[in-house]
């Protein structure tokens, strides 16, 4: 029988055979220098159609991604999902091979804060439910759903799921790294439509540590209030207007630009920022822009990167200005700094924001203090949710062209918009911003207020 590290219970990792198997091996293989990053997964998730099951899956999956240092300061990788020993030996094997034709003048190191004491950070393991139990309640939230109103004719895109997850990190220089937690989510995306007019459509998503704690009515009824606004339409004239982004639209559109904040996307060249820019007002000065993965309200977040680097809250845009950018251990040591906890571990380490954060500085003054998306009565666009996003933003030269759900907004009444775009440069509107609001929206992809902003070419669709 072959040993596995993952034989203590299903799916779950063994860091201390892990490290033990590799220390063996890499000293039959005369090899001093390694690291490892391992993850697994158990995941169920379940799909309904009219009442039925549409596709139910479980998944367990295990991977592990292996660097080697030659005797010549050459790196070597490998990635297998075989983390029996006799896989993880042949991957070491693997590792080895491919050093020799590493780079020599571009090597990586370990993390300096690979061994730095973790932030606590609280993460619940949630109780497994079967997938009997996952169809039950998907079932029932689809009918609600389509029971809350009578235009409302089907689901057709959604989502229960339920997944366990796990991280370790260890390296020769006495790293070890160990994480688990838990994460459910559901997804309800709605079609309605009346008579004689186009059907419309509206979604939701929620997503929580454990199922029980999972808002399920709150998904529901945001759906149905977003489809049901969008039942009146009408099309609109192709001109500039005022724009209010809601909070995930304007996390959507930080994101799609996020290479501007990454290191690695400016070394390589594909990024609006270089290595000169830090210090540069990018912005109005009112607009503040971190990363806070560690922040309470993120669901799923682990206390380490791939390169065992802690997980760090990192303000990235300040009053305006470039303070910071996202690093890996390279990108950190050829800056100057220290690495921010926002790699990955492969073949060419990647760098990625985990969970942004949007808020106003309190000592600067808006343009226009007067907007607020409760009590505004002058004409304007509330952009509800970006779409295309892989295919209408060009990141390394800012632009964008975007289709978007939306209303037009006069005198307080919200009219949905049949289909339009926005298009625009992401420094100018940035620069463009007339309003940040003072209440922070919590989303499941960061956490944001309403964004206004002015003179913003949007392209009616008739």
């Known amino acids: 029988m072959i040993n596995s590290i993952t034989n203590q219970k299903i799916g779950e990792l063994n860091p201390q055979e892990l490290n033990s198997l590799l220390e063996k091996f890499s000293i039959e293989s005369a090899i001093k220098k390694w690291d490892v ?10 799909q309904v159609h009219q009442g039925n099951a549409k596709q139910l899956k479980g998944s367990q999956r295990n991977s592990m991604t292996l660097r080697v240092w030659n005797k010549y300061n050459q790196v070597g990788i490998t ?37 730095k004491e973790l932030e606590e950070v609280n993460t619940k393991i949630s109780n497994p439910h079967t997938i009997d139990e996952l169809l039950t309640i998907l079932k029932k939230a689809e009918k609600q759903l389509i029971d809350t109103h009578q235009s ?45 007019k186009k059907p419309r459509s509206a979604g939701g998503i929620k997503i929580n540590s454990n199922l029980e704690e999972l808002d399920i009515d709150s998904c529901i009824n945001e759906t149905s209030k977003k489809l049901i606004s969008h039942l009146n339409y009408k099309p609109i004239e192709t001109k500039k207007y005022l724009i209010c982004f809601s909070p995930e639209a304007f996390l959507q559109l930080i994101s799609a630009f996020s290479s501007m904040f990454n290191a690695r996307s400016i070394i390589d060249g594909l990024s609006l920022m270089n290595e000169d820019s830090i210090g540069n007002q990018i912005s109005v ?63 060419k380490v990647s760098v990625s924001p ?31 949710e970006l779409n295309a996003i892989h295919s209408g933003v060009k990141a390394s030269q800012g632009s964008f062209s975007l289709p978007f759900d939306g209303w037009i907004v006069n005198k307080g009444k ?37 964004v206004w902003v002015d003179n913003i070419s949007i392209t009616g669709e008739a």
């Open 79 to 115: 990635s297998t999902s075989d983390l029996t020993s006799k896989g993880i030996k042949k991957a070491m094997k693997g590792a080895i091979e491919s050093s020799f034709f590493g780079n020599e003048k571009e090597s990586p190191e370990f993390s300096q804060l690979a061994k």
């Open 285 to 347: 000065p009112n607009l503040n822009i971190s990363d806070e993965s560690l922040h309470p309200e993120n669901i799923g977040a682990f206390s380490f990167d791939g390169e065992g680097t802690p997980t760090q809250n990192i303000n990235l845009v300040s009053n305006g200005v470039l303070i910071n950018l996202l690093h890996s251990e390279a990108t950190a040591r050829k800056f100057g700094v220290k690495p921010t906890g926002h790699a990955g571990l492969g073949a």
């Open 354 to 384: 985990d969970w942004l954060v949007v808020r106003r500085s309190e000592s600067e003054m808006d343009k226009d203090e007067s907007l607020n998306i409760k009590s505004t009565l002058k004409e304007y666009i509330l952009i509800d």
């Open 37 to 46: 990053g391992a993850s697994a997964s158990r995941d169920l998730s379940v």
């Open 414 to 450: 919200k009219t949905s918009i049949e289909a339009a775009t926005v298009a625009g440069d992401i420094l100018k509107l940035l620069n463009s911003i007339v309003k940040i609001e003072n209440e922070q929206i919590v989303t499941h992809q960061g956490i944001s207020p309403h």
């Open 152 to 196: 409302i004719d089907s689901v057709p895109y959604n989502g229960l799921s339920e997944s366990y997850m796990e991280r370790i990190y260890i390296n020769s220089d006495g790293a070890n790294r160990h994480m688990k937690l838990s994460q459910s989510s559901i997804y309800l995306y709605a079609k309605a439509e009346e008579q004689n």
